[in-house]
């Protein structure tokens, strides 16, 4: 498979490739991994001018500890955000979910950014950062700028990213001792998830004082279950409230029906994850 | 010279090839991938193609307009079918099945019509692949849809008078042709109508329904051809298993002499039957390298492939099973659909006849009635995959078995003992007029129960169930046998096979005395290289190192119809040991002549011809060299000890095996996990027991995806939704787990290394040994089936009640986006357009 002709440039610095892109418009196409970028310009549903590659500029790389928050730098592999000491102390959901994106060849070459970016509604990201409540760091020709999670989903495939913006980094709040878990759901195992729940749950004297539930492909953005964590928070941390909570997973829900599975069997799937995906980050086993 | 030994201590014997563990020989190269992949071929001044293909399943094709395309940048020619004459040849059907069959003509080129969605239209010529595919997109071709047949039974049902969809109007009707067995009419058993008759009065009637949903064969090299026009002969690489096939069919559609055609099939990744075909797309880069004088490639994008190689399977299978109370069948009756697609593949309408006579499997049934209809539909043509017809009918009866199990109410395999073939009864005929000549179907099984734990496993199903627990345990069995080995070829020639069964083998004995075998079979990732290695260091007595497998190539194997039908090593093997046997034959006067004794006087052993009752001897390698100087040779011998033979088999061989596979269903998401999966074959005698566990791993990881992943699923309009690896699931390692094989043995009469076919096995085999262990853990439910693919969404909502689990969702209701005209549900890759 060949794409369409492009021209390519790969700027060394941030302020670089915001010219290039202010430059070429929506001529342009940004490449992180290329995981998703690639087969969409090899199966020519996508045929940009300009292909403006971000691999060169090495301040879009690496992870930090700032204060309350973890800082992951946009062009941060999946391989190294999930074997990262300080993602897993603090953002163990983030962990999680990575050991479950894809296979070992696309996790080497896919960003943390750019799946973000490319705001895959069944990407495996999306629900653990609005779960934890990630801001994203954007940049533009008004300099930086943050943007909740909450706002940062816009819809299919689209985020709060301008046209001549760059995302830059993600802050994820610390949640460091929480319990957490990400429940995917898949027919094969390198498949993207059918519908999956990422759950992180704190839990102090037997009751819980903390939750946070994203949930993947069950409408056109991740969507937070806030009436899930509403309904748990000072309940005790038992099954039964698992059980009782995971009921209002489908709130504020709209999820596709494809080849996996039609919308109906999502929203009774969405329902047992939920209570699994909170069981097992309370230490509670399988629910 | 030739050192003839006087008293030189004999050789040490060698160590048997036969049954050790060798690695591939042609493994290092077929896995760097440092090798002559058709698509690695580059010639002087050669140009590419790109295919203009039919985004509709159905529409007439009323303009192309090509003026944009012809200017881009290093297009040499757009090709349309106007532009070729006759010497574009047709795809034939080698394999019409009746003499009234209804078989459309299939022109490589489409000219008014297309008939699915992925036929060529059109072909651009350029100098760089970039600049065909950039072009192709510039052609303009303007289509008038018409009503497309998709539907199995609609289509079937279809006339011209009832305004059915018709594949091809011109024809009238989509039924191609009606195959029928009758027991009671061949004398093989008796009439099926009285035995359900019968047991309607007093026994069981089960009558069920099946789906054999439609698979993609998927092997891992996409298709490639590259023709050179230049020199004394047309040449042709192309990534088929079938060169000597497709030689003949380029000769006799084409008007070129077959002896100005040679074809090269180089290293192939994979086929499963997925290429053996004539294809549109190796006739027209043969047109078109003649027409424009230059070396002309064409490479196939994976969309391609999925979309326009040969799907497989695709049929309803209507069954009506007659037993008395005690679960002894009295017949079986089996009305078959079987989709062909838009076309008569080379062989796609036999495909369901090679079924037909599985369908009693390792069952004595007293009588058998078989009908078939095959039916044209405007989808991606059907023909051979992994298994071809055998699957199918191994399915649809070992799910019967199981069903009848559960209506007597014993262990599913007490019911098979209650009708099996005893080891005692063989050679044995069966009621579809097979010989089967060995087995052991009580040994097989015996082994099989004890690796798995059967007796634990049913205990602890009982307890799963008396808990109520969320998870249930479900135990599948499939007591498979098939007909393998293909085939005599006077069986083929009383099924109206366009070809023979024979296979052919020469062996060279070279200067230095290595050992060139010459095979027609060809090898596409089996390991014949290493097999048959194997065989000829024994037969021979030389060395494993020593012996070189040539395959592939018309011009070094000059006769030979290739591989499929797990045929390679039986038909194709059994030719080199008599080949083998021809040299020793050829060899003995010479050595006679050198050791100045008489023939009488000598014996063969361990590669060497010794003089009985003294230490004289010479190797059969140092004969070799012998004949190349051929100084000193008995009076009127040829120079050469090299030979040749063609083998034609007189009996299909019947590997057979007990797998038995445990699942955990999830009974609150529907999702299936194998537990554990046992397999015990018995393929006679085994060459090599290391290739013969990656073809039963490989085997039952695709038989595994029917049951459990892999459909083809086209939407309402006839577009193939499935069209890339994101939606057509494939499992891989990740998937599966670890099986335990093992093996018992009746060796095959009818070949003299006494083995079987094992390319199939696996894949007939296991999937009614999954599906069975599905409904195995469901019946509590009341279930009794659920539909192929089991997925998550059809177990739960069989276990809600649902029947079968109903029709794949999405499939109804896809989501076409006009922009890309790519058809998919949540399509991964829109994305980027954003
Ligand atoms: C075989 C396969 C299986 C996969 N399975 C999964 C799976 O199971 N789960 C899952 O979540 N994902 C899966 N993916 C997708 C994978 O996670 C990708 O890595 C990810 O979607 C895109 O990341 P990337 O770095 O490759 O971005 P690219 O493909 O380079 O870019 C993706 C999009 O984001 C834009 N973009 C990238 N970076 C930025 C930035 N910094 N600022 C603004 N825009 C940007 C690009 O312009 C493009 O539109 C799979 C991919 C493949 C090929």
Redesign the pocket.
């Known amino acids: 498979m060949i794409p369409a002709p492009f021209d390519y440039v790969a700027p060394t610095s941030l302020d670089e490739a915001l010219a290039a892109l202010r430059e070429h418009g929506d001529e342009a ?12 310009l090899r199966m020519r549903l996508n045929a940009p001018e300009w292909i403006i590659d ?1 691999g060169r500029i090495d301040s ?1 790389r690496g992870i930090r500890e700032e204060g309350d928050a973890i800082v992951i730098g ?2 941060t ?2 391989s190294v955000v999930g074997n990262d000491p300080l993602v897993a102390q603090h953002a163990g959901l983030i962990s999680a979910a990575v050991e ?4 070992v ?3 080497h ?7 973000l ?4 509604p ?5 629900g653990p950062a609005r779960a934890l409540g990630a801001v994203f760091v ?1 940049a533009g020709a008004g300099g930086m700028r943050q943007v909740d999670a909450d706002d940062f989903f816009v819809d299919l495939f689209e ?1 709060a ?1 301008g046209e001549d ?4 980094e993600v802050r994820i709040p610390k949640h460091t001792g929480w319990g957490s878990r990400y429940e ?1 759901f ?1 027919r094969v195992e ?4 059918i519908c999956a729940v990422a759950a992180t749950v704190r839990v102090e004297g037997g009751t819980v004082t903390g939750a946070g539930v994203g949930l993947t492909n069950m409408g056109s953005t991740p969507i937070r279950a806030r009436g899930v964590e509403e309904a748990l928070v000072g309940q005790p941390a038992s099954a039964e409230s698992f059980a009782a909570a995971a009921g209002r997973a489908v709130e504020g829900t709209n999820p596709p029906t494809d080849l996996n599975g039609s919308a109906e069997y999502r929203l009774h799937l969405a329902q047992v994850l939920t209570r699994r995906a909170l069981a097992a980050a309370a230490g509670l086993g399988e629910g | 010279m030739t050192a003839v030994e006087e008293s030189a201590s004999p050789a040490p014997a060698l160590e048997k090839e036969i049954g050790r563990d060798r690695r591939r020989k042609e493994d290092a190269r077929l896995i760097t991938g440092r090798t002559r992949w058709t698509d690695n071929i580059t010639l002087p001044g050669m140009l590419h193609l790109a295919m203009v293909r039919s985004p509709f399943a159905h529409a007439r094709i009323t303009g192309i307009d090509a003026t944009a395309a012809k200017q881009a940048t290093g297009i040499v020619d757009v090709v349309t079918a106007a532009d070729l004459d006759e010497s574009l040849g047709v795809c034939i059907n080698a394999w019409p099945i009746t003499p009234e069959q209804v078989t459309p003509g299939h022109a490589p080129i489409a000219s008014d019509r297309a008939a699915f969605a992925g036929e060529i239209v059109a072909v651009v010529v350029a100098r760089t692949a970039a600049e065909a595919r950039d072009a192709a997109e510039l052609v303009e071709v303007d289509y008038d849809e018409l009503p497309a047949a998709l539907d199995l039974k609609e289509a079937a049902a279809a006339t011209a008078e009832n305004g059915g969809a018709l594949a091809h109007p011109d024809l009238g009707t989509n039924k191609s042709a009606y195959w029928v067995f009758d027991s009671g009419q061949a004398g093989t058993g008796g009439d099926v109508e009285q035995a359900i008759a019968a047991a309607r009065t007093d026994g069981i009637v089960l009558e069920r329904e099946y789906r054999q949903q439609r698979l993609i064969p998927a092997f891992m090299e996409p298709r490639s051809t590259v023709v050179d026009p230049t020199g004394e002969q047309i040449t042709m690489w192309s990534a088929t298993q079938i060169p000597h096939i497709l030689r003949f069919a380029l000769a006799a559609t084409t008007g070129v002499p077959e002896s100005k055609i040679r074809v090269i099939a180089p290293d192939v990744g994979g086929g499963f039957g997925g290429k053996l075909q004539q294809t549109p797309e190796e006739m027209i880069v043969f047109a078109l390298a003649r027409r424009l004088g230059k070396p002309v490639k064409y490479t196939e994008t994976r969309s391609e492939s999925l979309m326009s190689a040969h799907h497989g399977r695709d049929q309803w299978q209507k069954l009506t099973l007659a037993a008395g109370r005690d679960g002894r069948v009295t017949g079986l009756k089996v009305e078959l659909l079987a989709d062909l697609g838009a076309y008569v593949a080379i062989v796609g309408g036999g495909v369901p006849v090679l079924g037909a006579f599985m369908f009693n499997a390792i069952y004595k049934f007293p009588a058998y009635h078989f009908a078939c209809q095959t039916v044209l539909t405007n989808k991606t043509w059907t023909d051979a995959y992994r298994g071809a017809g055998r699957p199918e009918a191994t399915f649809a009866i070992e799910r019967l078995m199981d069903e009848l199990a559960a209506e007597v109410g014993v262990d599913p395999l007490e019911i098979r003992q209650r009708n099996w073939i005893t080891h005692e009864e063989f050679p044995f005929t069966t009621v579809a007029g097979l010989e089967y000549d060995s087995g052991n179907y009580e040994a097989a099984t015996a082994r099989a129960k004890e690796m798995f734990g059967y007796d634990e496993l049913r205990a602890e199903q009982q307890r799963r169930r008396e808990s109520g627990d969320k998870v249930q345990l479900g135990i599948g069995v499939s007591t498979f046998t098939e007909m393998c080995g293909l085939a005599p070829s006077r069986v083929l020639g009383s099924l109206d096979y366009g070809a023979g069964g024979w296979e052919h083998a020469s062996i060279r004995m070279l200067a230095t005395g290595k050992v060139e075998v010459v095979t027609g079979a060809s090898a596409h990732g089996q390991g014949h290289e290493t097999a048959f290695s194997q065989i000829v260091a024994d037969r021979l007595g030389v060395p494993f190192e020593d012996v070189e497998v040539l395959h592939g190539d018309t011009q070094i194997a000059h006769k030979g119809l290739d591989t499929y039908g797990s045929r390679s090593l039986v038909v194709g093997g059994e030719a080199v040991v008599r080949a083998a046997d021809k040299v020793i034959e050829k060899a003995r006067p010479l050595a006679a002549h050198l050791l100045e004794a008489s023939v009488e006087d000598l014996e063969f052993k361990d590669g060497r011809f010794g003089v009985r009752g003294t230490d004289a001897g010479v190797a059969l390698q140092d004969l070799a060299t012998a004949t190349f100087a051929a100084h000193n040779l008995p009076d009127g011998m040829e120079p050469s000890i090299d030979a040749e033979a063609t083998f034609d088999p007189v009996n299909f061989n019947y590997p057979h095996g007990t797998h038995l596979c445990a699942v955990e269903v999830d009974t609150e998401t529907g999702k299936v996990t194998m537990r554990s999966y046992v397999a015990c074959d018995d393929i006679g005698v085994v060459i090599n027991p290391l290739i013969v566990a990656g073809q039963v791993h490989g085997g039952l990881v695709q038989g595994i995806a029917q049951a459990l992943f892999e459909e083809a699923v086209h939407d309402e309009g006839g577009t193939l939704v499935t069209g890339s ?2 939606d057509y699931l494939l499992p891989t390692a990740a998937d599966t787990i670890s099986f335990q094989i093992d093996h018992t043995t009746s060796p095959a009469t009818t070949n003299s290394l006494g083995a079987k076919g094992v390319g199939e096995a696996g894949t007939i085999a296991s999937t009614p040994a999954v599906v069975n262990a599905v409904v195995d853990a469901l019946r509590p439910y009341g279930v009794h089936d659920v539909a192929m693919p089991c997925t998550p969404e059809r177990v739960w909502r069989a276990i809600q009640g649902g029947g079968a689990g109903g029709e794949t969702p999405g499939a109804a209701a896809p989501h076409f986006d006009e922009s890309t005209g790519m058809s998919g549900t949540v399509d ?1 890759t829109t ?2 357009d ?1």
């Open positions: 196409k940004i490449l992180a991994g290329g995981q998703s970028l690639l087969p969409v971000l879009l946009a062009m592999p999946h479950r994106l894809a296979d060849q696309v996790r070459r896919g960003t943390f950014g750019g799946a970016a490319h705001a895959d069944a990407g495996d990201l999306g954007i985020t990213i913006e760059i995302l830059v995917k898949v390198h498949q993207w998830p | 690896f994101v991964r994305g980027a954003q």
